[in-house]
Structure formats: structure tokens, C-alpha cells
């Protein structure tokens, strides 16, 4: 079974600059997360879609990033004007759905550098 | 809020050692309670899980036994490898809840 791909798997960007990771959840999975995991700390739930809905940006800096998850599948992450602060793995995840009994699967995430 | 507490790393041991990472959490009433794993390079891996209170998780050797009587859910394994070198992660779910919500991790190193 092919897990969740992430792409691209390194950037590196100046500040101010634009930038976008995509993902692709494993096939048949309802549930898709992006986490941003800034070193030396645990990975922070950015947005939760369920489907192609939101369920939980609460904590999506929403000045500057976006996602969306066309058609339920795949889902792009946007940070635009990127901050120092953003550099951090940014990882996608899936599941069958969001109840807490299904497992979770993460890519190998993608890590970004703002300079 | 809920939250996860880890014991702060590197944890660097010689291979065949016994291993314990600490973990304890807060949380409004029971979480589902995980361990993850994060070799260099490489994305999250779920290493076990458990579900309920008393409730052992294990895989790879590895083992934790969810305690609510002191919110804990300490890593062990009996003999490390040079090969279990990697950051592990203890995370909840709460019971109603969809999202995992981490500690910061612990680093563990293992010479040969």
C-alpha cells in the first residue's frame, strides 16, 4: 500500500517569498492533516480537512498560509509572504476518518528553510 | 488544554541497555495514547498504541502501559539497538477528539 506522498521534499526561500507543498493521502482516506513541526519541538496541527471540508484551522496563521483540498484527495499547503519563523517540517497525514480509533499516517513531510 | 509532557533528551545509551522514556499527560477526561517514532530523515511512524486504562501497547521489542492513576505512558524496551536511534514522540487523542496533540520529543541515541 503506498503511503501519503509529500512534495517537494526540501525548499529553500527567502523571506517574503511564496511557497507551496502538496499531498497525497493514501487512497481511500477521508481525513487529511497538515502539521508544522518546528525543530526541537512536537508537530502542531494546522488544518484538518475532512474530505474536501475544513474541520480544524484553528491554529493556521491565516494571514499568511492557506490550504485547500480540491476534490477530496490531494491538498496544497500556501505560505504566502513567508517569516523566518515559518522554516520547520511541514508534514501531511492521513486517515480513514478523524475518530480517534483510526491511525494516523505521515508522509516524510517537507522541510522548509526561509532565509 | 490537553497536553504531553516528555522527558527532555538526548537520552544516549550503549547498545543492550535498558531504555525509559517518560511521558505524562493532562488531559479532560481519556485520551487514546500514542507513541511515535521519527528516524533521521524520514517521516512519523506509529511504534504502538493504547486505548484505554492498564491497556499495553508493544512492537519492535518496545512496550507502554497507559497508567491513569498518574497520567503516565512511559516508553520502554528491555535491550536498544544501535538501529532504534530516532526521536520518539508521545501523543493523545482525546476520546471525542480528531486531532493528535504531541510533546516535543525525545532524542535517543544508541552506541555500538
Known amino acids: 500500500e503506498a503511503g501519503v506522498a509529500q512534495s517537494p521534499r526540501y525548499k529553500i526561500i527567502e523571506k517574503r517569498q511564496s511557497v507551496a507543498f502538496w499531498c497525497n493521502p493514501i487512497?481511500?482516506?477521508?481525513?487529511l492533516y497538515w502539521y508544522q513541526q518546528i525543530l526541537g519541538q512536537g508537530p502542531k496541527l494546522l488544518i484538518q480537512?475532512?474530505?474536501?471540508?475544513?474541520?480544524?484551522d484553528s491554529q493556521l496563521p491565516k494571514d499568511r498560509f492557506s490550504a485547500e483540498r480540491l476534490k477530496g484527495v490531494d491538498s496544497t499547503l500556501k505560505i504566502q509572504p513567508a517569516k523566518l519563523e515559518d522554516s520547520a517540517v511541514y508534514l501531511c497525514?492521513?486517515?480513514?476518518?478523524?475518530?480517534?480509533?483510526?491511525?494516523?499516517?505521515f508522509g516524510e513531510g517537507s522541510w522548509l528553510t526561509v532565509v | 488544554g490537553n497536553s504531553v509532557t516528555q522527558m527532555e533528551g538526548p537520552v544516549t545509551l550503549s547498545e543492550e541497555a535498558f531504555l525509559t522514556i517518560n511521558c505524562t499527560y493532562t488531559?479532560?477526561?481519556?485520551?487514546?495514547l500514542f507513541w511515535y517514532v521519527q528516524y533521521p530523515g524520514e517521516g512519523l511512524q506509529l511504534l504502538l498504541k493504547?486505548?484505554?486504562?492498564?491497556d499495553k501497547g508493544s512492537n519492535k521489542g518496545f512496550e507502554a502501559t497507559y497508567r491513569k492513576e498518574t497520567t503516565s505512558f512511559h516508553l520502554e524496551k528491555g535491550s536498544v539497538q544501535v538501529s532504534d536511534s530516532a526521536v520518539y514522540f508521545c501523543?493523545?487523542?482525546?476520546?471525542?477528539?480528531?486531532?493528535?496533540?504531541f510533546g516535543a520529543g525525545t532524542i535517543l541515541r544508541v552506541k555500538s
Open positions: 497525514a492521513s486517515s480513514l476518518q478523524g475518530a480517534p480509533g483510526n491511525t494516523i499516517y
Open positions: 487512497s481511500g482516506h477521508a481525513t
Open positions: 480537512f475532512q474530505n474536501n471540508g475544513v474541520v480544524d
Open positions: 488531559a479532560t477526561g481519556y485520551p487514546s
Open positions: 493504547a486505548t484505554k486504562a492498564d
Open positions: 501523543a493523545l487523542i482525546m476520546e471525542y477528539g480528531n486531532k493528535l496533540v
